[in-house]
């Protein structure tokens, strides 16, 4: 999707309707800047209001996606070519946040690993090295438990046994025994525990 076409369009539209951005804001409960940024193609349209935003400038959710008006001889080929846009669009955005868990979980066991060279070298043996080691691996904890998050949040654990492809809860991921991004999971479909392994499309 072209965000800079996308606010042009819906500019163009607005003042097609008479409206000012204050307008067009007070009328779905934001403010102007919001109005602003779509227009400047710095920002988009809330999926919530997105609806409402179209019946107020009269056109529909496709041709606010698309950025201009859509002849209905030509609206099945934009449909498709919308579906294929989001589908990249989620597929490169689901590949930023994979690498990023990747690289939040190098760079906390880097640092783990140090922390711990360095507090078995420099602090004397005795009650607050083991506090020094302690400390170091509880903080190693909080980036591994986002790293989670964020592996949850995108993709799907797909099911040994039977194939189907498994969304957990953060919990049940987290409670589930792993070896990396495979988890041993109970699958909804055959009711049967197996190991599952993560894939990104889902």
Request: proline share 2%; hydrophobic share 45%; charged share 25%.
């Amino acid at each position: 999707m072209n965000q800079i076409k996308i606010g042009k369009f819906i500019a163009e539209c607005r003042k097609r309707k008479s409206l000012t951005q204050i307008q067009l804001a007070e009328k779905l409960n934001i403010t102007d800047k919001a109005v602003s940024k779509w227009e400047r193609g710095m920002a988009m349209p809330d999926s919530s209001i997105m609806l409402e935003l179209c019946d107020i400038l009269d056109i529909t959710v496709n041709e606010l996606l698309s950025g201009e008006k859509i002849s209905m001889e030509n609206n099945d080929r934009k449909n498709e070519q919308l579906l294929v846009d989001i589908s990249k669009e989620l597929e490169q955005k689901n590949k930023i946040i994979w690498n990023s868990m990747w690289i939040i979980m190098g760079v906390s066991i880097t640092a783990l690993i140090a922390g711990i060279l360095i507090a078995a070298f420099l602090i004397p043996e005795g009650i607050w090295q083991l506090v020094a080691i302690l400390g170091i691996c509880v903080i190693f904890l909080i980036p591994c438990f986002y790293a989670l998050k964020l592996e949850v949040s995108i993709g799907a654990y797909k099911c040994k046994n039977c194939g189907h492809e498994i969304v957990p809860t953060y919990l049940e991921a987290l409670n589930a025994m792993h070896m990396g991004t495979t988890r041993y999971l109970k699958c909804p479909e055959c009711h049967k525990r197996t190991w599952c392994k993560k894939v990104i499309k889902k």
